[in-house]
């Protein structure tokens, strides 16, 4: 096992009372971070060249593009970001499962393959968001990573049950995205009951938020003509999941939510997301918005004017 730096910025946690085999070690990454050398780095950009998550591209290539030729792995540390997505944990339990010397079940594909669409912002689940999995997953990482005092072994400890869960049910046969998974679950009601108040908070939110139509040009609709669509502006939103919410909001015009929503946060950026479901892209207006914002700016410092075009994100944001 490569050395591990001793200093005050170490993140470093084995994998006692987390759920991991006990040889394993856990790097926290904070954003932009290196991996340290001879990590096993479970990020998407790590093998983003292979595939459009981790999950699809361990299950399609096994473990050799992280450097490894098979299992068991032995000693081994593994860099994960400070919040990790659902596909990067998914792809943790499948590691851990092959780390036992299991094979994974050919009903877990299922699992690999939502996960890589949830990366890509959709919501594919047919049952209350508040039980959807990607929701569940989503409070339970914020409620035990966003604190003051991160639990990380909690989080593991948990995350990891959640998936082996999952897939004991679809071993048995349930289907992903139809059947109500985790409602049944006691272990999850604290998180269905904080997305329900996180539902409540959002409401709030959106009373003190603002509403239009915004019309997509002919140029940027998939249908070559132009579309006019909600567009719901939020400032510094307390919910967790407002974007959830609003892409789910029955009382948007129309009823079927904000395909479109402006966001100032709390750290004052300020974001335009599209919801991929509905096929809207509004990567096309970065560069109309960076010249905006060069002008109020006076013409300086062309690096902090620049707005993002969404080019990872499919011109969603």
């Known amino acids: 096992m490569p050395k591990m730096p001793e200093n005050e910025g170490y993140r470093g946690q084995g994998a006692k009372g987390s759920g991991l085999p006990g040889a394993w070690r856990v790097e926290w990454l904070a954003k932009g971070q290196k991996a340290p050398e001879g990590a096993l780095r479970l990020e998407l950009l790590a093998v983003a060249e292979l595939g459009d998550s981790v999950s699809t591209v361990f299950w399609r290539h096994g473990i050799k593009p992280w450097g490894r030729e098979g299992f068991p792995l032995g000693e081994a540390v593994i860099a994960l970001p400070e919040l990790p997505a659902l596909d ?12 036992r010397g299991e094979e994974l079940p050919a009903a877990w594909e299922a699992m690999g393959r939502y996960a890589s669409d949830v990366r890509q ?26 604190g003051v005092k991160p639990d990380r072994d909690r989080f593991l400890e948990e995350a990891l049950s959640l998936c082996e869960h999952i897939g004991r049910r679809l071993e048995e046969g349930a289907r992903l995205l139809d059947d109500d998974l985790l409602g049944p679950l006691p272990a999850l009601q604290r998180y269905i009951s904080l997305l ?5 908070l959002y409401r709030e939110d ?5 509403r239009f139509w915004a019309e997509i040009p002919a140029a940027h609709s998939p249908t070559r003509t132009a579309r006019r669509l909600p567009l719901l502006v939020l400032e510094q939103p307390v919910a967790r999941q407002f974007k959830l919410w609003a892409r789910r909001d029955a009382e948007a015009p129309g009823g079927a939510g904000y395909p479109l929503l402006l966001t100032k946060l709390l750290n004052d950026a300020v ?27 006076g013409g300086s410092d062309d690096k902090k004017a620049a707005w993002y075009d969404g080019r990872n994100h499919n011109g969603t944001l």
């Not at 974001?271 to 207006?285: F, I, K, M, N």
């Open 206 to 210: 959106r009373s003190r938020g603002k």
């Open 271 to 297: 974001v335009l997301s599209a919801d991929p479901g509905q096929r809207v892209t509004v990567g096309w207006l970065a560069a109309s918005l960076t010249e905006l914002e060069k002008a109020a700016r």
């Open 121 to 146: 912002g959709l919501f594919p689940d047919r049952v209350m968001p508040e039980h959807a999995i990607q929701s569940v997953y989503l409070a339970l990482a914020q409620e035990t990573l966003l």
């Open 88 to 99: 990067e944990i998914w792809t943790l339990a499948m590691w851990a499962r092959r780390e």
């Open 196 to 200: 329900a108040a996180d539902r409540d």
